[in-house]
Nanobody, 127 residues
Framework: QVQLVESGGGLVQVGGSLRLSCEAS????????MGWFRQAPGKEREFVGG????????RYADSVKGRFTISRDNARNSVYLQMNSLKPEDTAVYYC????????????????????WGQGTQVTVSS
């Protein structure tokens, strides 16, 4: 069965950095685009960034573009989110997810375009 396990969250000061990891199993990891979403208390889960199946294409929400970087290592069945210049508004539970479409060049930005989700990892940015 498909499993996605996030790690790397924690407490960080404003302007600091964190690197989130998502380890996947139970499917051919390299065949699927992957995405990162986040959900703050009382808010809907929102798109953060996505990466194509090959890693050759990435896209980001405007709120994080220039600060966050998505990458993947298909040999390790992992996708990463490097988070720099963190702000208090980045505080949320971060989730990785698998895109529905196999070999998707565009990973999509809608929650409905992803079919499997991890349990999330908490990121707290203190001011």
């Amino acid at each position: 069965q498909v499993q996605l396990v996030e790690s790397g969250g924690g407490l960080v000061q404003v302007g600091g950095s964190l690197r989130l990891s998502c380890e996947a199993s139970g499917y051919t990891f390299s065949a699927y685009a992957m995405g990162w979403f986040r959900q703050a208390p009382g808010k809907e889960r929102e798109f953060v960034g996505g990466i194509s199946w090959s890693g050759g294409y990435t896209r980001y929400a405007d709120s994080v573009k220039g600060r966050f970087t998505i990458s993947r290592d298909n040999a390790r069945n992992s996708v990463y989110l490097q988070m720099n210049s963190l702000k208090p508004e980045d505080t949320a539970v971060y989730y990785c997810a698998r895109s529905i479409g196999i070999r998707a060049g565009d990973p999509g930005m809608r929650r409905s375009e992803y079919d499997h989700w991890g349990q999330g990892t908490q990121v707290t940015v203190s001011s």
